[in-house]
């Protein structure tokens, strides 16, 4: 074979092998979007005997992520199914879902949400959770249901196929609400 074509059909290998890795990087890399990732959304409660519910945002529903309402029955809140379990997502997606607590007792309830914490600390990047750990102080009327929409989005660079976030919910006691918080309360207008 002549050095002129052997030269060309290095030239030849040598760009294939350059474009062949080029594409396996570029889908490599958006292969992420299809990635399954397991995400639980999770409490802890300190002085609290009431506990957080996770449902779907109800079918058709159009409301607004941090809709924060009191309402006397489920059914006049925009929930869907349940969630048990983890939310089952893909990196690179969102989801908008409903936080529930359900006050049962003949008192007023009241309550805060400590930042949340992701586990493993690899999940601290490539997430951004709209949720309630926003410095306000929650209260739920006896006898009703609170509710808040949030929404988790997870880039496709999100590295854990399974993570966890975490809230501590803290009680407040009413004769705090009056001295400790009075500037923090939230306010449903």
Same mark, same amino acid.
């Given at each position: 074979m002549?050095? @002129?074509n052997?030269?060309n059909?290095?030239l /030849?290998? @040598?760009?294939?092998?350059?474009? $062949?890795?080029?594409f396996?990087?570029?889908?490599?890399?958006?292969? $992420?979007? =299809?990635?399954?990732?397991?995400l639980?959304?999770?409490?802890?409660?300190k002085?609290?005997?009431?506990?957080?519910?996770?449902?779907?945002?109800?079918d058709?529903?159009?409301?607004?992520?941090?809709?924060?309402?009191?309402v006397?029955s489920?059914? @006049?809140?925009?929930v869907?199914k349940? /969630?048990?379990?983890?939310?089952?997502?893909? =990196?690179?997606?969102?989801?908008?879902?409903?936080?529930v607590? &359900? &006050?049962?007792?003949d008192?007023?309830?009241?309550?805060f $949400?400590?930042?949340?914490?992701?586990s493993?600390?690899?999940?601290?990047?490539? #997430? #951004?959770?709209?949720?309630?750990c926003n410095?306000h102080?929650?209260?739920?009327t006896?006898?009703?249901?609170?509710?808040?929409?949030?929404?988790?989005?997870?880039?496709?660079?999100f590295?854990?196929?399974? $993570?966890?976030?975490?809230?501590? /919910?803290?009680?407040?006691?009413?004769?705090?609400v009056?001295?400790?918080?009075? @500037?923090?309360?939230?306010?449903?207008?």
């Amino acid at each position: 074979m002549p050095k @002129k074509n052997m030269l060309n059909l290095f030239l /030849i290998m @040598k760009n294939y092998t350059f474009f $062949a890795a080029l594409f396996v990087v570029f889908f490599a890399g958006h292969s $992420a979007l =299809a990635r399954n990732v397991d995400l639980a959304v999770g409490f802890d409660y300190k002085g609290l005997n009431q506990h957080m519910q996770l449902y779907t945002l109800k079918d058709g529903v159009l409301d607004t992520v941090a809709k924060t309402r009191v309402v006397k029955s489920l059914a @006049k809140a925009p929930v869907g199914k349940l /969630i048990q379990g983890s939310l089952k997502m893909k =990196a690179g997606e969102g989801q908008t879902f409903v936080l529930v607590m &359900n &006050n049962k007792s003949d008192k007023d309830i009241f309550f805060f $949400a400590a930042p949340h914490i992701p586990s493993p600390p690899e999940a601290s990047i490539g #997430f #951004f959770f709209e949720c309630l750990c926003n410095s306000h102080v929650y209260k739920v009327t006896p006898h009703s249901i609170w509710y808040r929409v949030v929404r988790l989005e997870i880039n496709e660079d999100f590295s854990p196929a399974k $993570a966890e976030i975490r809230h501590t /919910i803290v009680g407040v006691k009413a004769a705090d609400v009056g001295t400790k918080y009075t @500037k923090v309360i939230f306010n449903e207008e």
